[in-house]
């Protein structure tokens, strides 16, 4: 009888007791088995040896690389010391205190942080905190205004901002109500049917339209990624983002920032907004925070919507169990702390003028790549059938599952690794997103590049 490996044992445990979310779960049973055991650097090893360089940065949230033991050793003394205290109700703990002074040093206009445990749960507490700003003041503005192909979590607020046709949630509806959404600023292929740069920038005007037509009393906020993430990294014209704040200003509604995916340097300034100068009024973040070594995330809000928020003396009555824990706080701590002394951020704007130089050239190379854009060390990249006419492409085979498998055989991790495997399943997107760890050097970056050519190139119709 053969032996079963050490990865189909635990391949087994996990279909018989977990469930998988964005997998298929006879995909994961029969095929889809990346089982992670460990990782250094820049590269991440399965349980059966395979070792890969990671493209995506563990999801966007590795700074430091992986198994950085300064981060380890920082977790591990401030358990020892205090593992947990509550944080709200009139108490805090030092980490909580001092990260919140880091960060409001590194953000200019925002003075004050609110701790919490994932994305999701900064974006629920941003909307919430922008609700309750309005009715402190007197006034019933309570509708959200967010964008298409904007991702912002997965908790029934954030999931009734997000508008990724991607994503399947049409089974947990009825969605929180309230929420409104406007074309985004695609200017590749611009919802709207403009050209760039004779738009006047409609993308942004259309936000003040809506304003108008749902009547600025009811409008609290409009929540947006400085660059869109979930839907593969597209950026806005360089107008938009300074026009929105104007709008929002002039409009009497909050400007929340979902740096989520963008803040600690990954666009090469540590927060992406700073590209158009601009200061959010409510700001949310997680990943790079603690680098993926625990969970953690932070709301941001600027000092004047604080003083609104308790001008009436009632309590803002939002927290968790663990808001401001005080080993993830630590963690962070130790994260900015190595940022700042290897200068993280400046290599990755540096390094992004070089990917820029070689993903040009690729585009210049090959049929396919109709659109690059990017900034430091996050480059969206759209494939097409023919660059004049922008069609998009249709092939046997996926176009993005033939790229991905080829760099899987390269050994080189791009997107969600729900299984390293060849698998004939479609994506529904032809935009992929590329984003290497801060510490990735320039042999790595050549690396990925070269495999991305390669698999660019080796595309079959």
Same mark, same amino acid.
Not at 147 to 175: C, K, Q, W
Not at 282 to 287: A, G, H, I
Not at 304 to 327: A, C, D, N, Q, W
């Given at each position: /009888?053969?032996?079963?490996s ?5 391949k087994a445990e996990? +279909?018989?007791h ?9 995909q ?6 990346a089982?992670f ?12 040896g395979?070792e890969?360089i990671d493209?995506s940065?563990?999801?966007l ?6 198994g950085n ?9 401030q ?8 944080s709200?109700?009139?108490?805090a703990?030092i980490p ?5 002074s880091?960060?409001a040093?590194? +953000?200019?206009?925002?003075e004050r ?14 909307? @919430?905190?922008a ?9 019933? @503005?309570?509708?959200?205004i967010?964008r298409e192909?904007?991702y912002h979590?997965a908790t029934?607020?954030a &999931? ?14 009825p969605?929180v109500?309230g929420?409104l *959404?406007?074309?985004?600023?695609y200017c ?5 049917g403009k ?5 006047? =920038?409609?993308?942004?005007t259309v ?5 108008q037509?749902?009547g600025?009393?009811?409008v609290a ?13 597209i &950026? ?11 709008i929002c200003?002039?409009?009497?509604v909050?400007l929340?920032?979902d740096e989520?995916?963008?803040?600690f340097?990954r666009?090469?300034?540590f927060?992406?907004h700073q ?5 959010p ?7 790079g925070?603690?680098?993926g070594?625990?969970p953690?995330?932070?709301?941001g809000?600027?000092?004047?919507i604080?003083?609104g /928020? ?5 309590? *803002?009555p939002?927290l968790?169990?663990?808001?401001g824990?005080?080993?993830a706080?630590?963690?962070?701590l130790?994260v ?11 290599? /990755?704007a540096?390094m992004?003028?070089?990917?820029r130089?070689?993903l040009?050239i690729?585009?210049?190379k090959?049929p396919?790549?109709?659109?690059v854009?990017?900034?430091?060390h /996050?480059w969206?990249?759209e ?10 492409i ?10 991905r ?5 390269r ?9 390293l495997h ?7 997107s032809d935009?992929m997103g ?11 970056i050549?690396? =990925? ?11 079959q119709?």
């Amino acid at each position: /009888m053969k032996k079963e490996s050490l990865r189909e044992v635990y391949k087994a445990e996990e +279909t018989a007791h977990g469930l998988e979310p964005l997998v298929n779960p006879t995909q994961w049973a029969n095929a889809g088995s990346a089982i992670f055991v460990e990782g250094s650097g820049v590269r991440i090893k399965t349980i059966d040896g395979r070792e890969f360089i990671d493209a995506s940065s563990c999801g966007l949230c590795d700074v430091v690389g992986y198994g950085n033991r300064e981060v380890a050793e920082a977790a591990k003394e401030q358990m020892i010391k205090l593992m947990h205290s509550l944080s709200f109700g009139g108490s805090a703990t030092i980490p909580k205190i001092e990260l919140s002074s880091k960060l409001a040093e590194l +953000t200019p206009g925002v003075e004050r942080f609110f701790f919490e445990n994932s994305g999701s749960d900064a974006v629920e507490a941003a909307m @919430k905190a922008a609700r309750w700003y309005w009715r402190q003041k007197g006034r019933d @503005k309570y509708k959200i205004i967010s964008r298409e192909r904007g991702y912002h979590g997965a908790t029934f607020g954030a &999931m009734s901002a997000t508008h990724v046709d991607d994503i399947n949630n049409r089974d947990f509806e009825p969605l929180v109500p309230g929420f409104l *959404y406007i074309p985004c600023p695609y200017c590749y292929r611009c919802p709207l049917g403009k050209v760039y740069d004779s738009c006047n =920038i409609a993308c942004a005007t259309v936000l003040e339209e809506t304003i108008q037509k749902e009547g600025e009393d009811t409008v609290a906020a409009f929540i947006a990624e400085p660059i869109i993430g979930g839907a593969g990294f597209i &950026m806005p014209p360089g107008e938009y983002w300074p026009k929105i704040r104007e709008i929002c200003t002039r409009k009497n509604v909050l400007l929340i920032i979902d740096e989520v995916v963008t803040g600690f340097g990954r666009t090469g300034k540590f927060w992406a907004h700073q590209h158009w100068d601009i200061k959010p009024d409510l700001m949310t973040s997680s990943k790079g925070i603690t680098s993926g070594y625990i969970p953690m995330a932070a709301v941001g809000i600027s000092e004047e919507i604080y003083k609104g /928020m308790i001008s009436s003396g009632r309590p *803002y009555p939002h927290l968790h169990t663990f808001t401001g824990h005080p080993v993830a706080c630590a963690v962070s701590l130790k994260v900015l702390e190595i940022m700042e002394r290897e200068n993280l951020v400046e290599k /990755m704007a540096k390094m992004g003028g070089y990917i820029r130089e070689r993903l040009t050239i690729l585009q210049e190379k090959s049929p396919y790549v109709g659109h690059v854009n990017g900034l430091g060390h /996050m480059w969206g990249i759209e494939i097409v059938a023919d660059k004049a006419t922008k069609t998009r492409i249709k092939t046997k085979v996926p176009v993005i599952l033939q790229i991905r498998n080829h760099m899987l055989e390269r050994g080189i991790l791009y997107g969600s690794p729900s299984g390293l495997h060849r698998v004939e399943k479609p994506l529904p997107s032809d935009r992929m997103g590329l984003a290497p760890s801060a510490i990735a050097t320039r042999e790595d970056i050549d690396f =990925i590049l070269d495999g991305l050519e390669s698999a660019i190139l080796s595309i079959q119709p």
